[in-house]
């Protein structure tokens, strides 16, 4: 077999695109809250002193406060002081929030199968879009997902830890980690670079900060069985990172897709997930993607999985469901797809129901991906067994 670099990145909740994903899943939560049925589409957009929220919400909610959502989202970040080029207090906070389009309503609401007297319960909803979505689950890991992804997340956790932790009180919230992975084969077996951009305070020299990422944030992540031997760490590589987070670069509701999924390791359909309730498949459906994926890895059914779902906006059964196992299946792709047909049920509503989406559970999804945090419900093996 041949050996092959696998790359992959994450942030942390202080990267600007990953504040604005937050406050969008913050103010989707407080709907939620009060009513599991508000349909909503948040999207943010964050800059210098400025926090615009916009999109399309309906909901019997009797009120939520919107610019206390968001404010109390950026403290817990950890943009709290006003040298930080960004804070809490001081921000500007525009809420141009409309309700959503009751055409979009009316295909969510009926589906086509429901209008054409199809009345299965589970009929009734229609998807909230067209679109594809992908699952995946692989055992290189305990969490079923991509080492690459998997390590850099946990990296990005750890440097977000020692500067909430005081340990490394010099950090500062806006940073990202990447890594490159060696591969024989299908197998990782060595950590080729790892690289982390991490903001910090004026007062500290570019040595003791690549000195304190190696020693207290990347060496203790590295688990035992991927060799470190020959690792070249690449920290701050472009030089003083001062100014950072908002106050310095723009961040915009799902600009981090990839992060937020599997780190490149499948296609991806194009649609983000925060801010967006579970009637939008684009969040749902990628869930239970992930969910079908994982199960199917988790019975030994393959050693990786792909799962493809697609939705025309209206329509309550998906057009299209395929699975992919790259020749690793103890059965064909053909027989795990009709597994996945029936055992699964990915109708919108069913998905809802199966996953218990209405609850106010996304703020978690919105840093350090949307997969591989073992208390999401999509991330629950429970039908291995029987699959």
């Known amino acids: 077999m041949l050996h092959r670099l696998v790359s992959s990145e994450s942030v942390t909740e202080g990267h600007p695109d990953k504040l604005a994903d937050r406050i ?7 709907f939620l809250s ?50 930080l080029g960004f ?34 319960p589970r009929n009734e909803r229609g998807a909230g879009d067209q ?19 998997w390590l850099a997340h946990r990296i ?38 790892a690289v982390i951009s991490t903001q910090h305070a004026p007062d500290v020299s570019q040595e003791q900060i690549r000195a304190d990422m190696i020693e207290h944030v990347i060496q203790p992540i590295i688990p035992d069985w991927l060799d470190s031997s020959q690792v070249s760490y690449l920290i701050n590589p472009s030089g003083s990172f001062v100014f950072g987070g908002p106050g310095a670069d723009t961040g915009l509701t799902g600009r981090k897709i990839i992060v937020d999924t599997y780190g490149g390791a499948i296609p991806h359909g194009g649609g983000a997930f925060s801010g967006k309730d579970p009637t939008k498949v684009d969040r749902s459906a990628a869930y239970y993607a992930r969910y079908m994926a ?39 792709d053909q027989a795990l797809s009709a597994l996945a047909r029936e ?13 218990s989406l209405e609850n106010p559970i996304y703020v978690p999804t919105s840093s350090y991906g949307h997969f591989g945090q073992a208390h999401l419900p999509w991330e629950q093996t429970d039908r291995a067994e029987k699959l």
């Open 156 to 193: 990005s956790r750890k440097l977000a830890e020692v500067r909430k932790n005081g340990s490394l009180a010099y950090l500062r919230p806006d940073g990202k980690s990447q890594v490159t992975l060696v591969y024989d084969g299908t197998k990782p077996i060595a950590l080729e670079t």
């Open 34 to 83: 009060q009513d599991p049925k508000s349909r909503v589409a948040c999207e943010t957009l964050v800059t210098k002193g400025l926090v615009l929220v916009a999109g399309e919400i309906t909901s019997s909610a009797e009120f939520v406060d919107v610019q206390s959502t968001v404010r109390r989202a950026i403290t817990e970040v950890g943009y709290t002081r006003a040298e």
């Open 294 to 332: 994982k199960n199917l890895v988790a019975a030994g059914l393959a050693s990786r999985v792909m799962v493809e779902v697609a939705y025309a906006i209206g329509k309550a059964h998906p057009v299209s469901l395929r699975v992919e196992s790259f020749g690793t299946g103890k059965i064909s």
């Open 87 to 120: 804070d809490a207090e001081h921000v500007a906070v525009l809420n141009t929030i409309t309700g959503q389009s009751p055409e979009i309503a009316g295909g969510v609401n009926v589906s086509t199968e429901w209008r054409s007297g199809d009345r299965d």
């Open 131 to 149: 679109g594809l979505m992908f699952g995946y689950a692989t055992d290189e890991t305990p969490e079923l997902m991509p080492t690459p992804i």
């Open 343 to 355: 055992h699964f049920d990915p109708r919108p509503l069913a998905i809802i129901e199966e996953l």
């Open 24 to 30: 969008s899943d913050s103010i989707l939560d407080a």
